[in-house]
């Protein structure tokens, strides 16, 4: 299976793949709230993120380094619809932590054994610029906030694989899936549905 991820006619969306450099760029602060450069940006983070979701099925978030945008700033989509998360800060991470499989869109193909705080409080901006905090993030937006904040100081799940056994293909992952999943204590919730009423990641 391929994962050249590219959708016609707009390369804006194209996200970048593991490898590309500028997946390891330190994300500079968003200053520039109310510009319309802030809100073409935020347009196209929010459109990747969409058309990745209807393309692969699954999806919950993306960080704007993602498709090449150096600012740090996250689309993200639980169910109920996309939104920005704007110069997120992360505090308060739990002492108690969980492993699961983690997957990224810009390695697919991949699976990631890692470990993740149990719960952390988020504050950040949204694209309003009006201040928001979370508290006590249960674990599936913990994990998630946590994945994408990494991507904004160019850090990336395969950084934190838990040993030499833990980056595997997806293909593989499916294939033995309770195998697989016997190894970690959680599993990702998923967020969109499929016809039949099954949900996806």
Known sequence: MGYSIVWSGNNDDKVLLLGDPRLRVVCH?????GSLELRRDGERLIRALE??????????????????????????NLGKGPFLIINPILSNRSAETFTLWDDCMSFPWLMVRLERHVQV???????KGSPQVWTGLEKAVSELIQHET??????????????????????????????????VDYFIKPTISKPDGEAKS
């Open 29 to 33: 602060a968003v200053t520039d709230f």
């Open 51 to 76: 058309r990745f979701r209807a393309e692969y099925g699954f999806g919950r978030a993306m960080a704007a380094p993602q498709i090449g945008i150096l600012r740090r700033m996250i689309a993200m």
């Open 121 to 127: 409080d988020l504050a950040y901006f949204d694209e």
């Open 150 to 183: 990494d991507h904004l100081d160019g850090i990336l799940a395969v950084d934190h694989a838990a040993d030499k056994d833990s980056i595997i293909a997806r293909e593989v992952y499916e294939r033995h899936r309770d195998f697989f999943d016997g190894q």
